[in-house]
């Protein structure tokens, strides 16, 4: 049973440091216990008494530890302006976090829940933005800024949009593109399509 107990931690120990990039000493200190011990602890070789286990599994859900991606997440989720966190997996094109802003909105942005398809939802520009970001590589950090105009529709009308995204690291060992989109004029989404700036590559 002491086994299976020491098995069990020793996995979740090793899946939070793969998660985090925390190191082995940081959590250690965290723990007020030696490298050497802790390092026993996440190899299974050791148990820990019943008070340290209950530290270790509060460090487990403490905060200061949660990857950079969670973060980002958060910050997505929870930020009244309208911001996006996408990613491709396999085929599709993800949603990984869509904003308050974005939800207050309405229509299909009310509607949407992380992990839910995106692409053929939005409309036709979001689909050729999608696209073009598979192309020059965004979902495999190739480029580092983009900027796009486009158009969706709303339950009151066609709303225009300029967004800048940028590539960060996601948790999956691969990359995602976080975007804030600002409301534009239909003059504005006009004129960017008719001299060709719906679509720029700012910073490879």
């Not at 309405?106 to 829940?113: P, R, S, V």
Request: aromatic share 8%; proline share 2%; net charge positive.
């Amino acid at each position: 049973m002491l086994q299976g107990q020491g098995t069990q931690l020793s996995q979740l120990l090793i899946a939070f440091r793969r998660q985090t990039g925390v190191k082995q000493a940081a959590i250690a200190d965290s723990l007020g216990i030696s490298q050497a011990y802790y390092s026993r602890i996440e190899s299974g070789a050791k148990l820990p008494s019943l008070q340290l286990h209950g530290k270790i599994l509060q460090l487990l859900e403490d905060s200061r530890f949660q990857s950079c991606f969670d973060q980002w997440r958060l910050a997505v989720r929870t930020a009244p302006t309208s911001v996006s966190l996408i990613r491709a997996r396999g085929d599709a094109i993800e949603l990984v976090e869509c904003s308050q802003g974005f939800r207050a909105q309405g229509g299909i942005y009310a509607m949407l829940e992380s992990g839910d398809r995106l692409d053929g939802r939005l409309g036709q520009d979001a689909d050729a933005h999608m696209q073009r970001f598979r192309e020059i590589g965004a979902f495999e950090g190739r480029v580092r800024l983009i900027e796009t105009i486009w158009s969706t529709k709303m339950p009151s009308g066609l709303r225009y949009y300029q967004a800048m995204s940028t590539v960060i690291p996601d948790d999956l060992g691969g990359t995602a593109l976080h975007s804030h989109h600002l409301a534009i004029k239909k003059e504005e989404y006009d004129a960017a399509a008719r001299d060709n700036r719906m679509f720029k590559i700012l910073k490879r």
